[in-house]
């Protein structure tokens, strides 16, 4: 194995191969306290890409509800108990990644779902931790909470699948770090699936080859964000590119999420991936889950969040981009109660209110003669 | 899993038959299982032997031993099938292959979480002593590989793909792909969501055969060959899979070497997977090559 560097948990790790970060990486942030589990997104992509024969049971985007629901079942406690307990100092990861914990003869360390893993994508949908009423009968884990988390392909800097494949037939394309399978050279061996931790490789039973997220690079080629993206309600994400710590750009709306008010973190960052999509953690959950699923920074993420209305009023603006356009999001640009989204030439694609003037209307429309149902 | 002790059983059967053979002075000893392959010449042709057909009742058997594939990662670090029997039938332009191992599950379904049987027969493409690398080939001495795979023969008995195939209570509301009124437009709707069929993935293709021709020249290197001519059958009973894989010794398209000749001496190696322990790709058990001696004696009874 080589030895790369992996900024997500402090210090250098065991890879496959050697580090080899493409020219742009897609990138993506996801607030989960704005997610409400419509599933549009999943539809969106369903409708999309995976309606054929032999995808049947396939979500390449999909929302759980945490802690309980998982697609497929417990891929995350699974994964978690097979690495076991593992530690943090501070910001640096000291304990074992899935590929420094690979078994004897393995490449990483993973586990195959069973078909039946997969018959419940929505498993565990709004079930709280706790209950609401007459006081908690038992002591659990976590007190009384939920949330949404929504999933696509983590797009990694250093793929599980792409290192698992016997053949090669995985790779991650220089022009913007999207990671796909060749649909070519597939043999359907599915390394790639016991291997991704997150299970966002699946195996189509009709082409007998595996088949995973592309976040939607057709779209990417025209600067446009994933269907997902797009079509999400609750205007949860964005989609830009992310540099490394080091060339973080105080306008890259990524950069500055991830990097520079470190509000948006990785996806279990323990496991070694370098994942991609950064999620916003809810602020309503204890910190030992989130610290368990975001990696030691879910506290910092949290304060910052919760007060970035009253503090950085930049954060709070570029916030309220979220969802403002269907445009890939290069730079940002916040200033005079407004933000805008900006491409790569500084030019406006889009620009809103940070704070919506409210208008408050009388209660009847003397126009049409008819009373109001919503007056601001 | 039960895995019959194969050559013991053989060795007591031996031994009876022979006991019994001195006391009534009359019936036939048979052969012990040898170590080589030794394909039976079928002056009036090969055919397309079935498995359980009389014509490999005077092949010769072999039993051949198989090794964990402990050399490049992933390894198959946990036990697999054993031992494989062989029988070999040849003419002048074919080869076919009786291979026989025990394996109480039959795994014909090939979905997410299942995996299927499967043999491999490794031949290198051209005879004589000096062998490619027995593990898959080696750059610029490839082998060709006739790789048959129940989920493939599963398909084929069955015909057109279908989810209820392997999952009989699934409903499915509706595929895009059917709106189309024509069949030509189906198909070609169809394809914009069979992204392997529409990449030219020949393992995706509508299936003729259980067996893929392919050739490789070491590890993850497996490709398909220009022509795919082989054809399988299978069965099995009595916890034991029987696979007769049909190939020609030669074809012209077929890179790396002229093929084999009826008369000439080589070698083949063998793999097989276990569907139920989830072995694919490089986690299977593997031979040494095995010599391989074609059409060492005539057959003229029935076939």
């Known amino acids: 194995m080589a030895r790369v560097y992996n900024w997500q948990i402090g210090r250098e790790m065991s890879y496959w191969y050697g580090e080899a970060r493409p020219k742009r990486q897609f990138a993506a942030v996801f607030d989960t306290n704005k997610c409400i589990a419509c599933q549009t997104c999943t539809l969106a992509c369903k409708t999309t890409w995976t309606s054929g024969r032999g995808q049947e049971y396939m979500f390449w985007n999909n929302v759980e509800s945490k802690p309980y629901g998982a697609y497929p079942i417990a891929y995350d406690s699974r994964i978690m108990e097979l690495l076991g307990p593992q530690t943090w100092e501070g910001e640096r990861y000291e304990g074992r990644t899935i590929f420094e914990a690979a078994p004897a003869g393995e490449r990483l360390l993973g586990y195959h779902p069973e078909t039946a893993d997969y018959a419940h994508p929505n498993l565990g949908e709004d079930e709280i931790a706790g209950s609401v009423d007459g006081g908690m009968s038992i002591d659990l884990l976590h007190p009384v909470w939920m949330f949404y988390l929504a999933r696509i392909c983590n797009h990694c800097t250093y793929p599980a699948c792409l290192a698992a494949c016997p053949r090669g037939a995985i790779y991650k394309r220089q022009e913007d770090g999207i990671v796909l399978i060749d649909q070519k050279n597939c043999r359907g061996y599915r390394e790639c699936v016991r291997a991704c931790p997150y299970k966002k490789t699946f195996f189509n039973s009709r082409t007998l080859v595996s088949e995973k997220c592309i976040g939607c690079f057709p779209l990417g080629e025209n600067d446009t964000q994933p269907r997902c993206f797009t079509e999400c309600i609750g205007k949860i994400r964005i989609r830009g590119w992310i540099n490394k710590p080091s060339e973080a750009r105080e306008d890259n709306p990524i950069d500055y999420l991830v990097h520079i008010k470190k509000v948006a973190l990785p996806l279990m960052p323990q496991l070694g991936l370098e994942p991609n999509v950064y999620y916003i953690p809810p602020v309503h959950v204890p910190e030992a889950f989130l610290v368990q699923l975001f990696g030691p920074g879910s506290r910092r993420a949290v304060e910052t969040y919760r007060r970035a209305n009253e503090k950085n009023s930049k954060l709070a603006a570029l916030i309220n981009l979220f969802g403002c356009t269907s445009h890939v999001v290069p730079r940002f640009e916040a200033k005079d109660g407004y933000v805008s989204a900006l491409s790569d030439k500084g030019e406006k694609i889009v620009t809103a209110p940070v704070r919506e003037a409210v208008v408050v209307r009388t209660a009847f429309d003397a126009r049409y003669g008819v009373p109001r149902s919503n007056i601001t | ?303």
């Open chain 2, 1 to 303: 899993m039960l895995y019959r002790p194969i050559i013991p059983c053989m060795t007591f059967a031996g031994i009876l038959i022979a006991a019994l053979a001195g006391c009534s002075g009359g019936a036939k000893k048979p052969a012990p299982a040898a170590k080589n392959v030794v394909a039976l010449y079928v002056k009036s042709g090969v055919g397309e032997p079935k498995p359980g057909d009389k014509v490999w009742q005077q092949a010769p058997l072999a039993a051949v031993a198989m090794l964990p594939q402990d050399l490049t990662d992933p390894k198959l670090m946990d036990s697999g099938i054993p031992s494989i029997h062989v029988k070999a039938l040849c003419d002048d332009k074919n080869i076919a292959f009786n291979i026989e191992w025990y394996d109480s599950t039959p795994d014909t379904a090939e979905v997410e979480g299942k995996f299927p049987d499967a043999v491999a027969v490794q031949l290198p493409p051209a005879p004589g002593g000096e062998t490619p690398d027995p593990t898959m080939g080696q750059a610029g001495r490839p082998v060709h590989i006739h790789f048959w795979k129940a989920s493939y023969q599963q398909n084929l008995d069955r015909g057109e793909w279908s989810l209820r195939q392997n999952f009989p209570n699934a409903s499915v509301d509706h595929y895009p792909s059917d709106a189309a009124t024509d069949q030509a437009d189906k198909e070609k709707l169809s394809e914009q969501f069979t992204t392997g069929l529409a990449a030219g993935n020949p393992i995706t293709r509508k299936r003729t055969s259980s067996v893929d021709d392919l050739i490789a020249e070491g590890f993850g290197t497996l490709s398909f060959l220009p022509m795919q001519v082989s054809k399988g059958w299978s069965s099995w009973r009595n916890l034991k899979w029987s696979v007769v894989v049909l190939s020609p010794l030669a074809v012209a398209d077929w890179p790396g070497g002229p093929g084999l000749k009826a008369g000439q001496n080589s070698f083949v190696a063998f793999a097989v997977w276990d569907g139920s322990r989830k072995q694919a790709g490089s986690r299977k058990m593997r031979s040494v090559w095995t010599p391989l001696a074609l059409g060492a004696s005539d057959y003229t009874g029935q076939r």
